[in-house]
């Protein structure tokens, strides 16, 4: 079991770019969790998928932000027209699919806006 | 306010002392963990255990939910525990959200 796997562990853009994040979460895991860490806010709750559903996505920024889960093995965290304020960890977490389940986190991307 | 909080801050050890880590929460709760992080490092799960105490090495965590709490003991420090450990729930709203609300981290510091 590889666990969570997360590319790239780096990715620096400029202003205004925009910026695609990937997560392999555990096979067998059937929810998929992104969240954002940086030094001021710690860790912060973006979205949830569940079964490939977008469950809650109360964390997300709404604009610019999107995330998606087209199959079991893997989910995007896409973010548009890039600010500085969006360089942070941004972790990819998954679990079983029963409600207060151990999550299993991913290395993370390190997101560095230029 | 604040869901998780987390103390101390920060906490300075000399090798061979103990710790006791503080997690207080305000709402009722699905599951409990407990995670290390180097800097720059990745969350490592320590436990999950939303009720009772666990052991796992030099490592004891106890969550009490009557009284909102968890804690994290770890006995004989070395200077290779030093990093931040993070505790964090799932709240019980009901909702079967899954999300984990994070404390701020206790920030670890282990002297030869």
């Known amino acids: 079991n590889a666990g969570v796997i997360q590319t790239p562990r780096h990715k620096v853009t400029g202003k205004g770019q925009e910026a695609t994040l990937w997560c392999e979460p555990i096979?067998?895991?059937?929810?998929v969790f992104w969240y954002r860490q940086t030094i001021v806010q710690g860790l912060e709750f973006l979205t949830y998928f569940r079964n490939q559903a977008p469950i809650d996505d109360s964390g997300m920024p709404k604009e610019r932000f999107s995330a998606q889960m087209p199959n079991q093995s893997h989910s995007t965290l896409k973010i548009q027209s890039t600010q500085p304020q969006d360089s942070a960890v941004y972790l990819c977490a998954s679990s079983l699919d029963r409600r207060g389940q151990e999550q299993y986190f991913g290395p993370g991307t390190r997101l560095t806006v230029l | 306010g604040q869901q998780v909080q987390q103390s101390p801050a920060s906490l300075v050890l000399q090798e061979g002392e103990n710790a006791e880590l503080q997690c207080n929460f305000s709402t009722s709760l699905n599951s409990m963990q407990w995670f290390y992080q180097r800097p720059g490092g990745s969350l490592v799960s320590l436990f999950y255990?939303?009720?009772g105490t666990k052991h796992s090495g030099r490592l004891t965590s106890t969550t009490v939910i009557k009284e909102r709490r968890s804690s994290l003991h770890i006995s004989s420090s070395q200077t290779t525990d030093s990093g931040t450990y993070l505790c964090a729930l799932e709240r019980n709203t009901g909702a079967n959200t899954g999300k984990l609300t994070f404390g701020h981290g206790t920030i670890l510091r282990v002297h030869p």
């Open positions: 096979s067998g895991h059937s929810a």
């Open positions: 255990n939303p009720s």
